[in-house]
């Protein structure tokens, strides 16, 4: 038969842990606040942050590089009615950047330059999708809005 054995546990008094709180709470109380207020105050980025990606439809050639390399398949090929003598198949890359996770190789490994990354933080979109056309992924994100 199995003996089960009862493990006491030694009895605390729960003055002391709210004694604890209270001191933590105390102490945190009169120190600068890590938050930011956003839209009232913005804080610098960094000098090697990059988040937003453009795309200039006039020096991409259609190579599907950057679709290739993205590793959670967020650059699509997208067919487009342009004249581009550099461009005779007439696809540009779409980003989706729900699922963009800003690795940076699009950049990398574009051939001409066409894809790049530029510090822009504020994103925000009023529709609810975040897939970017080729025209879109040319304007400035304050044109894209309109």
Do not use: W
Request: charge should be positive.
């Amino acid at each position: 038969m199995i003996e089960i054995k009862e493990i006491k546990q030694p009895r605390r008094i729960p003055f002391f842990g709210m004694i604890g709180g209270m001191f933590t709470v105390f102490r945190h109380a009169f120190q600068k606040p890590v938050t930011v207020q956003y839209p009232e105050k913005r804080e610098d980025q960094g000098d090697r942050f990059r988040f937003r990606i453009y795309l200039s439809t006039d020096d991409c050639v259609g190579c599907t590089l950057c679709e290739q390399v993205c590793p959670n398949l967020s650059i699509t090929m997208m067919l487009l009615d342009k004249e581009n003598p550099r461009n005779k198949r007439k696809i540009y890359p779409s980003v989706n950047f729900g699922t963009c996770t800003v690795c940076r190789n699009c950049e990398e490994i574009c051939p001409t330059d066409a894809i790049y990354l530029k510090g822009v933080f504020e994103t925000s979109r009023t529709r609810n999708s975040f897939f970017y056309n080729p025209l879109e992924l040319e304007k400035n994100e304050e044109d894209v809005r309109r």
